[in-house]
Every structure is written in structure tokens, then in C-alpha cells.
């Protein structure tokens, strides 16, 4: 085989592999609701609790609340930032706030090997979805 042909071989399989890296989802969170409970004393306004895990290289869409939010790690590491904020690195027992009118644009597993696993903390308008993708 000439070494033209070796070479265009080679660069063509780096291509097909870098766009099927590009290509390939990354998982998705695992959302599980613990618990949703009226704030009587705030009309219209509910708490609701989720357990978030990220497996391995999970990554979250941009997306908001319109809640207060807050996370609370309970093991492995997690990637989050907010619009205008700087990405933050959070591991076991550490916390990060969300206001109801930040733009969630980083929220990632850090590791590509080790599952993460937090909770959230959401004080939002009763019966309104908690999770707003945005473009």
C-alpha cells in the first residue's frame, strides 16, 4: 500500500472516530422525586425534593428552574455553574444555590469513571414543572 493511501486511510479512521465521539450522547441523569410538600404559610409555593445521579460522564442540557434550588452532595464529584457565575467543583457534603432567574449552564459528573449522587432542594410555584430546558 503507497504511504499516500496509508495516510489517507489513517486520517480518515481518526475522523470517523472523533465524529463518533461527537456523535454519542452522554448518559443522562437519573432524577427520582423523594418528596413534594405544600408550603402552606406561602401560598402557592411548594417544596419538592429530588435525588440526582449522574453516571460516568454524565452531562445535564443548559436549563433553569424558576425555583430556589439547592444541591447537596452526597458522593462523588460534580461540575455546576450558573450564567454570568464561575463553574464550581463540588464534592461529599459540599452545597451550591440556584436562583430562580439563574441559567443553569453547567451541571456535569467530573469523573468519567465514578457515578455522582446529590439531592435537590426546590422551593418553587406550586404544580409548575421544576426542570425548563433553554435554547
Known amino acids: 500500500m503507497s504511504l499516500i493511501r ?7 479512521l481518526a475522523c ?16 427520582t422525586p423523594l418528596l413534594t ?5 406561602i401560598p402557592g409555593k411548594e417544596v419538592l425534593m429530588i435525588s440526582v445521579e449522574y453516571p460516568p460522564g454524565a452531562v445535564d442540557p443548559v436549563h433553569r428552574h424558576d425555583a430556589h434550588a439547592f444541591v ?20 461529599k457534603g459540599q452545597t451550591f444555590y440556584e436562583g430562580p432567574n439563574d441559567i443553569h449552564t453547567v451541571g456535569r459528573n467530573a ?24 435554547k
Not at 78 to 87: A, R
Open 37 to 41: 410538600h405544600d408550603l402552606p404559610n
Open 111 to 134: 469523573s468519567s469513571t465514578q457515578s455522582a449522587r446529590f439531592t435537590v432542594t426546590l422551593i418553587k410555584d406550586k404544580g409548575v414543572d421544576f426542570f425548563i430546558p433553554v
Open 6 to 12: 496509508k495516510t489517507g486511510s489513517r486520517i480518515l
Open 72 to 91: 447537596y452532595v452526597l458522593e462523588g464529584s460534580i461540575v455546576m455553574g450558573v450564567k454570568g457565575g464561575k463553574e464550581v467543583t463540588l464534592t
Open 16 to 31: 470517523s472516530v472523533l465524529l463518533t465521539q461527537h456523535t454519542i450522547a452522554a448518559p443522562a441523569a437519573i432524577v
